[in-house]
């Protein structure tokens, strides 16, 4: 039978705030474990939160730019459940009134626009980490509790998602809107963004939904995308089969590739909601949403738009250069240095973000800073050095740390053209390939560009392309 694949996804992402949800203890990752907690993210009796405006304010950015329509009165929820990381035994959490409701973003799949509605986005503490010591005759598992109470806002989409692609640009496009708004770091090695995803198959053209599997903690966008695939063909299975999928959570195993039943039937009773008493509820009044309007910073599609218009970069070009702000923030620091926004593009899409991939490295951890790089841009544009010298010369100042003017005298590297030296090196060339020569006379392209690659090889690739190819067709 046809399937139809209904998929939707909730994103948890740490907000990029100095101090915790509801006390002074830092977010800083990577302390030593239990180092940044106190008696009120650990839960002592007798403790009372104070809410972090810094981090209702960055959930409220997230709302906006999300479309949705914000809640002027809005409060925290009780979320009431058992685990080893979770101290007080409950999460302050969102439920009956969420801040952001009823939103949409549009993504593009395939060259056509599809609109993903957002049922909710809501702010809440996170839980701790529990830390599991490998060995054969370990039976125990320790607590971490530096991340308890860490702002979190969570983004939860309707199920509009058709296909296990919708879901990885969805999951691409937030991760851009949230550094685009410094709402989150987005480190997903670091747990700064978490994936959940429900999936459900029904026969096509049916509109009842079917039973919904939801999948937690994916802590990459290439798990969430192996899982869906893996549910997508065993549920599959099981209704070709004629059995039942049944409305669970699973646990997604992302060595062995398969899902595992966690729980069945859990739905939001089973938390037992109620309003956090220790809080007071937060108006968000029409100024305070106004100012948050009128401050968004630009996001990815807005900058792709300017950098076609402003620029006159390729679509394609705009849209590779948006995805990654800090990328983006690179190219254009670099293009304005050096006044040539199309080479700059070319030069950035190709090596910086080949080495960027090679190397295992952010752009903010890159040791070739727009500055440098404009110094090695303008020696091409200036034709001291060719495209192809500076390529190696690049190589080098991310190696050495030098800059490129330096490298460029220290090795002797400057593009020769003089008329005079070229000459001589040309005509010592057509005297050692007479056939070359022939054929170059007798049409054949091709022998042209070997007498160039033959000079360009004597002259270690420092000839001026431009000049060389000028007298090497007067010569012949």
Not at 164 to 182: C, F, G, H, K, P
Not at 422 to 437: R, S, Y
Request: aromatic fraction near 6%.
């Amino acid at each position: 039978m046809d399937y139809e694949v209904v998929i939707g996804l909730e994103t948890h992402a740490q907000l990029n705030t100095k101090s915790k949800l509801f006390c002074g203890c830092s977010t800083a990752f990577g302390a030593p474990p239990n180092s940044f907690t106190c008696p009120v993210c650990i839960g002592m009796p007798g403790v009372l939160p104070v809410m972090n405006k810094a981090a209702i304010e960055k959930v409220l950015r997230i709302a906006v730019a999300m479309n949705c329509t914000i809640g002027q009165h809005t409060y925290m929820d009780r979320k009431s459940y058992y685990y080893p990381d979770l101290p007080k035994n409950y999460q302050i959490s969102q439920s009956h009134s969420n801040l952001g409701t009823e939103g949409f973003i549009d993504i593009e799949v395939d060259g056509t626009t599809k609109r993903i509605g957002i049922d909710n986005v809501h702010l809440e503490e996170d839980a701790g980490k529990l830390i599991h010591p490998e060995g054969r005759n370990v039976t125990y598992s320790m607590v971490d509790l530096n991340r308890t109470g860490t702002p979190l806002a969570e983004i939860v989409t309707k199920p509009d998602m058709r296909s296990v692609e919708e879901a990885r640009v969805y999951m691409e496009q937030l991760q851009s809107m949230l550094l685009y708004l410094d709402a989150s770091d987005c480190k997903m090695q670091e747990g700064s963004l978490r994936f959940e995803a429900s999936i459900s198959l029904r026969p096509r053209g049916q509109e009842k939904l079917g039973n919904r599997v939801e999948i937690k903690n994916l802590n990459s966008m290439k798990a969430v995308v192996k899982c869906l695939e893996y549910e997508i063909k065993r549920q599959t299975q099981v209704l070709d089969e004629g059995g039942t999928v049944y409305q669970e959570t699973r646990l997604w195993d992302d060595v062995g590739g398969v899902s595992a039943v966690m729980r069945r039937k859990e739905t939001a009773q089973d938390y037992r909601y109620f309003p956090e008493p220790d809080l007071h509820p937060v108006e968000i009044s029409n100024e305070w949403l106004a100012e948050v309007r009128r401050t968004l910073p630009e996001l990815a599609e807005q900058r792709r738009a300017r950098f076609i218009e402003s620029y006159g970069l390729p679509e394609y070009d705009a849209a590779v250069l948006v995805v990654d702000k800090a990328v983006g923030d690179y190219f254009e620091k670099t293009a304005e240095l050096v006044g040539e926004p199309k080479a700059t593009s070319n030069f950035v899409m190709t090596e910086v973000l080949r080495e960027l991939k090679d190397r295992k490295m952010e752009i903010g951890q890159f040791p070739v800073t727009p500055e440098r790089l404009a110094e090695l841009l303008r020696l091409v544009k200036d034709q001291i050095i060719s495209y192809n010298i500076a390529k190696e010369v690049f190589i080098q100042m991310i190696e050495t740390g030098e800059g490129a003017g330096t490298i460029v005298e220290k090795k002797g590297l400057r593009q020769i053209s003089d008329t005079a030296e070229l000459e001589a090196i040309i005509d010592q060339v057509l005297g050692e390939n007479p056939a070359a020569v022939q054929d170059v006379k007798s049409g054949k392209k091709q022998a042209f560009g070997f007498l160039v690659g033959q000079i360009m090889r004597k002259t270690k690739g420092k000839a001026n392309p431009q000049v060389i190819h000028k007298l090497l067709a007067g010569k012949l």
